[in-house]
Structures are given as structure tokens and as C-alpha cells.
């Protein structure tokens, strides 16, 4: 905390409690956001326990809020770093009034409490990621691998599958997948019918020579 009367602090999270915000996916950033929320819940909570009611200003001018990973805390009254609790002896010049100090402090501990936590969120979150980019890597081309888009194709007619596979590989690959899986299907029963339209020929064959 800065030694000047009014109150400015801003908590680097990710820092503080050892986590990469390139780490963080959508999911990741909710997760992380849902608990500095609680942070800054608890905070306010210690703050209007603990904060002296006798400065009746700089209890009423404090504003916390998180932006992104970060905690700010803001105070704009001019005397309000120099706070103490009533009995107690005045800050020497140039020092923090015990207050200040306190809830400066339960902030730091708030986020080392939730550390472990953050650290799981992120954890998890770079290995959704990683695992998403390692899909990415090993997805075929239409070029050299269509036939698995075919296969895809026919596992995915159900109603929307091919609205989530065409957003996911590319309308344009998968409705050739499709017309080729299409056609595979026609000429395999075509076949199938020629195959058999010859057995029932020769059978009939065969009985008349008897």
C-alpha cells in the first residue's frame, strides 16, 4: 500500500497466487471470476466489521471491484491510509494507521487461502486447452483423409449433428463427406441388388437344363 492519505490498491491474483492467465479458457475465467467475487465479498465483510465508524467518510467512500484477475480497492478521502482504531495511539507521520494495514492485509490473506484453488481452476483450464489444440493438430485434411470426414458424416445425421460438425470441420468439407458417403452407400445396395438379380438368373438356368 502506498504512503499517501487516500487508498488506491490494485491485487495482481494471477501473481500473487501463481497461476498464467494465458492458461485461462472461457470456463477457466468464469471459475477464476467466481472466486474473487468471494474474495471481495469476504473483504467487505471484514471491512465493515473491523473499520472504525467514528470516520464516518472514509467508511462510506470505499469501492472494491475486480477487473479481470485483478482486485482494486479504492478509497479517495484523503486521510483515509491514516485510519486507526478509537484508543489507539495516531500513526507517527509518513506511517499507515492501523486500519489501513488491517484490511490491506486480510486481502493478501483472503488470496493466499484461495491460492490453491486458483491454481486447480487454471490447471484445468490449460489442459482443456491443450487438449483442444492437440485435436486440432491431428485433424485430418479434406485432402489427404476425407474418408474419415465420410465417416464422421454418417455417425452425425441425427438431428443437429450436422449443424456441429459443419461449424466444427467446415460446411464445405462436410457436405462432400456427405455426398460421398452418399454415394458409397447407393453403389454398395446397387451391387448388392446386381449380385443378386445374377443368382436368381443362374438358378433359373440350372433348372431348366435339368
Known amino acids: 500500500m502506498a504512503i499517501s492519505g487516500s487508498i488506491n ?6 501473481r500473487a497466487a501463481g497461476f498464467r492467465v494465458r492458461d485461462l479458457d472461457d470456463r ?14 469476504k473483504w467487505r465483510e471484514e471491512l ?13 467512500s470505499w469501492e472494491s471491484f475486480v477487473s479481470g484477475v485483478v482486485i482494486v480497492t479504492r478509497n479517495p ?18 506511517e ?8 490491506d492485509q486480510y486481502m493478501q490473506r483472503l488470496i493466499r487461502e484461495e491460492a490453491p ?6 490447471k484445468e483450464s490449460k489442459a482443456r486447452l491443450e487438449e483442444g489444440a492437440a485435436a486440432r493438430a491431428v485433424l485430418p485434411t479434406r485432402e489427404t483423409s476425407i474418408d474419415l470426414f465420410g ?14 460438425q459443419a461449424e466444427f470441420f467446415g460446411a464445405a468439407a ?15 445396395a446397387l451391387g448388392a441388388t446386381v449380385a443378386a438379380s445374377r443368382l436368381r438368373n443362374r438358378e433359373r438356368q440350372r433348372s431348366r437344363t435339368r
Open 9 to 14: 490498491e490494485r491485487y495482481d491474483v494471477a
Open 28 to 41: 477457466g475465467l468464469g471459475g477464476v471470476g467466481r472466486v474473487l467475487q468471494e474474495i471481495v465479498f
Open 48 to 60: 465493515q466489521r473491523s473499520w472504525p465508524r467514528a470516520t464516518g467518510l472514509s467508511f462510506a
Open 77 to 94: 478521502v484523503e486521510y483515509a491510509a491514516y485510519v486507526h482504531p478509537s484508543g489507539t495511539p495516531a500513526p507517527q507521520r509518513g
Open 96 to 103: 499507515r494507521g492501523r486500519s489501513s494495514i488491517h484490511v
Open 117 to 122: 484453488t486458483l491454481r486447480r481452476i487454471a
Open 151 to 164: 465417416a464422421l458424416a454418417a455417425a452425425f445425421q441425427a438431428r443437429g449433428g450436422y449443424e456441429r
Open 174 to 188: 462436410l457436405r462432400d463427406a456427405v455426398t460421398r458417403t452418399r454415394q458409397s452407400e447407393t453403389q454398395t
